[in-house]
Structure formats: structure tokens, C-alpha cells
């Protein structure tokens, strides 16, 4: 129920940007909060970023606040993150999430649909 695809991963340089996307097909998609996590290589997952359900409301992760933007579309099932000022920290597997309690505080056991994962790398 519910699936999920990204598209927008890639490779830039440090300070560039990339523009990440993801429909979801399958579910109320103005019902549920979306969101994008990120995996490292040895790391936990963790939230980046997530907007409520009607967009009035997000969440950043501290690292990534004012060079990240989180968006929807619900006309188009479509999320967005624009991601700016980008640093080799930021490379990781990227996952885009939805959680049908509309919430949109980033916490991902709540998140039941989840994409399979773009990779950004971002070298220095």
C-alpha cells in the first residue's frame, strides 16, 4: 500500500545544490505528512527534514537549516527538497517517507511508506 519514488540524487561539488523529488502513488497523499531521511555509511538513519500534511508546518535537522527547503504539491502526489550550500557531510542515501498521521515532526517509526533511496554525494 503505497509506493514511493525519488528521483534527483547525484553528484556535486561542495557548495553546489541539488533538487530532490518524490511522487507517491497509492495512498491520500494530502493526508499524510511527507518527509526525507538520510543514511550514512555507519550511521543510523536520521530525519532531515518533514512538512505536515497540508504543508503548514516543517521540521530541519539543525545541520541542515537554511540551506535546505522541504515542499509539497498535493495536487501532483509530489515532495520536494531543495538542497543548497551542500557539504560532504551531506553524503548519504537519501529516503523520502510518508506518515499518515499527518504530523510533521520527522520521527520515522510513525513513517509507513518509504521510497528506496537516492544516493547524493557531494565531493569536497
Known amino acids: 500500500q503505497g509506493r514511493a519514488v525519488e528521483y534527483g540524487g547525484g553528484s556535486v561539488q561542495a557548495g553546489g545544490s541539488l533538487n530532490l523529488s518524490c511522487t507517491i502513488s497509492g495512498i491520500r497523499f494530502d493526508d499524510y505528512a511527507v518527509g526525507w531521511f538520510r543514511q550514512a555509511p555507519e550511521k543510523e538513519r536520521e530525519g532531515v527534514s518533514c512538512?505536515?500534511?497540508?504543508?503548514?508546518?516543517?521540521f530541519y535537522e539543525d545541520s541542515v537549516k537554511g540551506r535546505f527547503t522541504i515542499s509539497r504539491d498535493n495536487n501532483k502526489n509530489t515532495m520536494y527538497l531543495q538542497m543548497n550550500s551542500l557539504k560532504p557531510e551531506d553524503k548519504a542515501m537519501y529516503y523520502c517517507a510518508a506518515d499518515p498521521s499527518g504530523d510533521y515532526r520527522c520521527d520515522s517509526s510513525s513513517y509507513s511508506v518509504w521510497g528506496q533511496g537516492t544516493q547524493v554525494t557531494v565531493d569536497s
Open positions: 512538512i505536515s500534511h497540508n504543508g503548514d508546518s516543517t
